[in-house]
């Protein structure tokens, strides 16, 4: 088949040469002409994946393990059925296909793509022989160069409407095509019907991908851009149209110019037949977020009576949309009757059983590829002294995010020393969200043990391929941003007595930042400042209380430095302070946040990556019942998290979750059997109370913010700690305070060093086996290495002056370092060879010569040594030596301070 085509002038040029754009999307028909005959109605079913983001495996490249519930060779396989069910049918894409997981990272970063060379993603969609597709927003993370190159190669048109190139203003790429079909109709004949297809984008590519797109290409409103383009396709021949819209469902934002979720505009644009859509990773119809609200009908899958669908994400559904054609008083096919919408799922995940075999068409087409990243991400970086796992980053301080501010944090700070000094004084905070929170469903979370890491945990922690950034922003400003992800939660009735919903799910995880580097609680039982969508919707809310930095309260005016990603300082998510990119920025870097990431973990070599804890939901008085779902699994890790408890299992559009209650107006931080203290927040001046079984183990008061700490001996690991705070007539007591066995917290001995010399350019010695070795010069880092099985090491460093003190350390697995064992550099360079500046004959008694200032002079016969002597700080020496026979051979050399010598001078006597 033809490839895509992009325009190279203007569309309304095409237009007026008197082409029709049948003729134009000539390429790309693909059907015979057939004779037709009375026409009657035709069943038509379209097909429809979106969201893909290169997941042609049933494979989770962050698990390193197969899986059932997506994978594009799953959805294969449901498309080539569905083909069987009907004659007449098409397929089609919604965009968001070439980025989003490691093999797309491994194709577009790693081992990159040949000229001649099809895109993995490319090749799975021509096997299967896609009619149209649209472009998404993650279509250009790799640049727009990229995009182009990769969809360049499918067998199918790739088409967009409202991107435009930024010198020409002319259409960027072909904005629709008209696709000549023959169905067969009622009566099994064979029926022609020109079917429109005309693809948006988000426009907000602009902010997200600012820093790939700016200057090459614009973007404009999708409803406006479809109000001008329907009626062209309709007039170039179109009996039906159908929109490919990159964009989600949301009423909230109906009549919003520039809108990023437009779909519900779109299907009010006279001439639009169907909607296929994206971009948001959920299901249409059927997801609870659509269930009442005005003109949708959450079941057949309408939206103002117009039929459409989204397919979830990852290829975990096939989109399959039924309608009926019927021809008006022309003959053409130009009514649409909606007969229903449906997802077909790869995975039932109530009976836990796949619903679809993986296509082996494709898993051949890609095998190279999927064993290309499999050897990619199993590449170690580093080790973990702590397990991180994400699964209560939206309801506590969490290592997933923690580790990725700490890496942030040290890019930031170290680039700021080298290049801005002006900022040396700013404080630098670091922002950063949970990327897998649940948004990809129930196991959509990191899960990662103590231990090694590799680029499969970089991967993990850090999903898309942002590049870093660092604003400069106000203290007002750190408030409302973090007033803006504050929005995530649902607003709390102390007083209920049913259980609530802590969380907003339609709120996306990615968009929920923490801030690192202060601390602050967030007041659930007040309103949110902002909508998801960064629109003020209560002026005076303030959620975010006890903001402080440095343990005092931040000022307004005050300066921060703020590090994050392109995505969030280019605008994206519209946070104020930051909308439209308008935040001033001061590290402006190409540098991935997922590179530094890794960087990061390789230069520590153990990380540890436990959460700082600063920041927490405000105690609630009254302690009403909060809920929240996460995956099952989190249940077996509630002992780091004793506020937590798990509920059981809830159900959702067939997806388990578990469902866990939040304790809110008491936690407890984790205790160890070497504990003294334990601590936590609480009601304001409340009255603790810590028991074991019956004994009262110790008692203390919160302080005016609510914080606590106790005094108490340590208990044996197991214990449960029953912890009791009384505020007034409330009373909270937080059950399962198990204790736990310490960590090991003992360092390895001082590691025995070898002797190094001036020109040694490796140290040796031996530590505890698999140490990790650092070797410093004052305060300056100059080589790193680790220990074997034996304990041996060989560290490389550049040689160093005599007189120079090696600090040498070992740290463990668990990141306990070794006192430094220091090493003076010694000096390994003999001297030169003596001059003797006399003859000896068998009369001489004195020798005389030059040689290396305050050396020792050796002289011998054999083995013997006859004589020695001092080289004077004028290099010159005598030495006395007794009279010798004629004949005999003298060994004259120099030793210096370290026990260098010099080459052996031989003298016979004469």
Known sequence: MSKRVTLSSSFSKIVATALTFATIATPFTNVKAEETSAPAAIDLQILETTDLHDNIMAYDYYKDTPVLDYGYTKTATLINKARQESENSLLFDAGDTIQGNPMADYVAKVKGLSDTEVHPMIKAMNIQKYDVATFGNHEFNYGLDYAKKVTGKAEFPYINANIYNAKTGENEFTPYVILDKTFKDANGNAQKVKVGVIGFAPPQIMDWDKDNLTGKVTAKDMVKTAQEFIPKVKAAGADIVVALVHSGCDVATAGLENAENAVYDLSKVEGINAILFGHKHTNFPGAAEFNGKEGIDNTIGTINGVPAVEAGFWGNNLGVMKLTLTPDENGKYTKVEAKGSQLRPVYDATNKKSLADEDPAIVNAVKEYHEGTLAYVRGKIGMTSAPMY???????????????????????????????????????????????????GANDYTSIQTGELS?????????????????????????????????????????????????????????????DGVTYQVDVTKPAKYKANGDVLNANASRIVNLEFNGQPIKEDQKFIIVTNNYRASGGGNFPGLKGGKAKVVIDTIEENRTVLMNYIEKQGVVNPSADKNWMIAPIAGNPEVTFKSATDAKNVLSDSAHITYKGEASELGVTWGLYAYNTNLTVDQVSDLSKTISGKTIANATVTVKAGDKTVGTGTADAKGAFSIKIAPQKAGTTLVITATAGATTTSVNAVVVKKATDTTAPAKPVVNPVYNKSTVVTGTTEKYAYITIKVGNKEIATGRANSKGAFAVKISAQRTGTVLSVTAKDGLGNTSAATNVVVKDGTPPAAPIITQTITHGTTVITGKGEKGSTVTVKVGSKVIATGKVTTQGTFKVKIPKQKRGVTLLISLTDAAKNQSVVVKKVVK
């Open 455 to 515: 680029i499969k945990s970089a991967n993990d922690l850090y999903l898309f391929p942002n590049t870093l950034k660092a604003v400069e922003l106000t203290g007002a400003q750190v408030k409302d941003w973090l007033e803006m992800s504050a929005g995530q939660f649902k607003q709390i009735d102390p007083a209920s007595s049913t259980a609530q919903e802590l969380v907003d799910n339609t709120f996306p995880g990615y968009n929920y930042d923490v801030i």
């Open 390 to 440: 994400s699964y209560f980053a939206r309801v506590q301080d969490d290592p997933t995010i923690q580790i990725v501010n700490n890496a942030q944090t040290w890019f930031a700070k170290d680039f700021i020393a080298k290049n801005l000094p002006e900022y040396k004084d700013v404080p630098v905070l670091s922002a950063a969200a949970p990327f897998k929170s649940g948004r990809g």
